[in-house]
């Protein structure tokens, strides 16, 4: 059995891993797909250190220094069910798809999450070329253009106030015929003058000219009429949805919106079973909290296996 079982190939997992080998554990990582959510981004420049980078090149650094650490990797792997230890100090079990299983003393799960995305024609095409999901991380990009804003909860409206002070003009798009954000988050909304708020509207259609976006279409939900507006960014804020199904049974606490409930150390609710990154409670997904919230979680699970006898 390994000493520490990271699943989850992101941010999150290979700091947690890279701890834990530096402490001399016998780890290994477990993932769909290393590197995460990595893959699928274009420009990062909002990690200290680095001015610049790009995703699929950070996802190979990291894969480097896990390399260099002597950590196992099992790429490809989903895992599909975790058997917590029957006690403190026994050993718990990550059962995968096909049929294989890993044991631990510890696990540290890393899974991380995925957008809600809106599935309609244009979206996946215009992926980072105009369609975003992120406004910490690309809204300065928009800088001086304008931007639909696509989802009238708290984070869309967040996300709106925030757009509103760097780019051009923000329509923020609700499919209700209400904004459910917080009261303060509206106002405060409603009071910025290059802001324009539609409701009961569904978006139908991304635009672009093959290379960039440069409208949507939206339908009035009551009267039926469309409308084309032009702009030159869309960010999707209809919800993150934390990679947990798989746990729903192993009596691991989870969160109303599926995230994993751990403690500012990573802790969850079983003995032995640590947390990290966007599959978790964390407030504020980020690349930089993915991997604190990562190295966090190691070294509990470090002092874990130190303070715990094995059963
Ligand atoms: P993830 O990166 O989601 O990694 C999860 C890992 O778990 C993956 O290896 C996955 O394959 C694996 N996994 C999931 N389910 C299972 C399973 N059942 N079994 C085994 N493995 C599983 N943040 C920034 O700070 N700056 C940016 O510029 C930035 N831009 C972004 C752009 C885009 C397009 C996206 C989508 C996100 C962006 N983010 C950015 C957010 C950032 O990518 C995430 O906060 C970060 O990747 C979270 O790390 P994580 O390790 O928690 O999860």
């Not at 919230?293 to 094995?310: C, Q």
């Amino acid at each position: 059995p390994f000493e520490v079982l990271v699943i989850g190939g992101g941010p999150a997992g290979v700091a947690a891993s890279i701890y834990t080998a530096r402490k001399g554990f016998r780890t290994a990582i477990a993932a769909e797909r290393m590197g995460g959510q990595l893959n699928d981004t274009l420009g990062i420049e909002n990690l200290p250190g680095t001015a610049y980078t790009e995703g699929p090149r950070l996802a190979a650094d990291l894969k480097a220094q896990v390399d260099s650490n002597g950590i196992e990797i099992f790429n490809l792997a989903q895992a599909v069910r975790l058997e917590p230890a029957a006690e403190a100090g026994g050993l718990a079990t990550v059962h995968f798809a096909g049929g294989g299983a890993l044991k631990a003393r510890s696990v540290i799960l890393a899974t991380g999450a995925r957008w809600r995305t809106l599935g309609v024609p244009g979206e996946a095409e215009y992926r980072n070329k105009g369609v975003a999901y992120c406004p910490h991380c690309d809204g300065p990009l928009f800088k001086g253009k304008r931007v639909a804003v696509i989802g009238g909860g708290n984070s869309g409206v967040e996300a709106a106030i925030d757009l509103a002070g760097i780019v051009k003009h923000v329509t923020l798009v609700e499919y209700d015929n209400v904004l459910r954000a917080d009261a303060v988050l509206q106002d405060k909304l409603r009071s910025m003058a290059n802001v324009e708020i539609v409701t009961s509207a569904q978006t139908t259609e991304v635009l672009g000219d093959s290379d960039r976006v440069n409208g949507m279409v939206l339908r009035d939900r009551d009267s039926g009429d469309e409308r084309r507006i032009e702009l030159e960014g869309v960010f999707v804020q209809i919800g993150l949805v934390p990679n947990t199904e798989w746990l729903a049974e192993s009596g691991l606490e989870l969160s109303q919106h599926g995230e994993i409930v751990n403690d500012i150390a990573g802790r969850t609710n079983l003995p032995g079973v640590f947390a990290a990154g966007d599959a978790t409670t964390v407030p504020y997904k980020q690349i930089v909290v993915a991997m604190g919230s990562g190295s966090k979680a190691a070294l509990a699970a470090f002092d874990y296996i130190i303070r715990t006898a094995p059963a």
